[in-house]
């Protein structure tokens, strides 16, 4: 099981300039989540003869040449990502039914965005999105997985908190970090959904925002009857 992660002091303080709340928390993810990245990412790795080699989540070893299915390595990844993101934030589409079921949700909830964005540069591209598509919430950028930022935004706010993410990697983290979140791993790309096993910390494994919200909404009622009947 992996060890529980610190939250980055870049992170801290964003999360510190944030109003204090006392309501229930959904932390979400963007990419795959909010919009779509893995439509996005194959149409421009097809456009440079390249494709993914299986469809999993990981990117280095599985980003490879379509002609001869040879891996690019880790900097030729890095490298690459980073000139996507660079091309694509300010234009990616959304996830049907995301923005709809998260500004239902937050009469009831506070929504906090926390994204692994590379290029810090291009998170006002990002938020001016995202204000577009009618999805005001604070956005935090972080690097790495997400346990400790996680937790961090949870400190002196009552249960349930909730993650969405797609990551398995981020969801391990905040399952190592803070095991009484209500996990939800969201892939919007059918196949990438397909090919993900649940893991037994994962509560509801989904790419679609009505169901994601019906289950998120039964949380907060199922909540609520415990406290009274306690």
């Known amino acids: ?3 529980p992660t610190q939250v980055l002091p870049e992170v801290l303080s964003q999360i510190q300039a944030l109003p204090v709340s006392s309501r229930p928390l959904i932390v979400c993810d963007v ?3 909010i919009l ?3 439509a996005h990412l194959e149409d421009y790795l097809h456009a440079r003869e390249l494709a993914f080699l299986k469809y999993e989540y990981r990117l280095t070893g599985n980003i490879g040449r379509r002609d001869n299915r040879q891996p ?3 900097d030729d990844v890095r490298r690459l990502l980073l000139e996507f993101f660079d091309e694509v934030s300010h234009s990616q589409d959304m996830v049907p039914g995301a923005g709809n079921a998260l500004n239902a949700l937050a009469d009831d909830w506070d929504v906090i965005l926390l994204t692994n964005l590379p290029g ?3 998170k006002p591209a990002r938020e001016k999105l995202l ?3 009618g999805i005001s919430f604070p956005l935090l950028t972080n690097s790495g997985p997400k346990g400790g930022a996680v937790a961090a935004l949870s400190r002196g706010r009552p249960e349930p908190v909730v993650f969405i993410d797609d990551s398995p990697t981020n969801h391990a983290s905040v399952h190592a970090t803070l095991p009484s979140a209500v996990q939800i791993q969201f892939i919007a790309d059918a196949r990438f959904l397909n090919a993900t096993e649940k ?3 994962i509560d509801l494994l ?8 019906a289950f998120i909404g039964a949380i907060l009622q199922c909540s609520s009857r415990n406290h009274q009947n306690g």
Do not use: R
Request: charged residues 15%; aromatic residues 4%.
């Open 1 to 3: 099981m992996p060890e």
């Open 31 to 33: 990419d795959e989540v």
């Open 36 to 38: 779509h990245l893995i």
């Open 72 to 74: 690019l390595s880790s």
């Open 120 to 122: 810090g540069h291009n």
């Open 131 to 133: 204000a577009g598509l």
């Open 199 to 201: 893991a037994g910390h």
């Open 206 to 213: 989904s790419g679609d925002w009505q169901e994601t919200a």
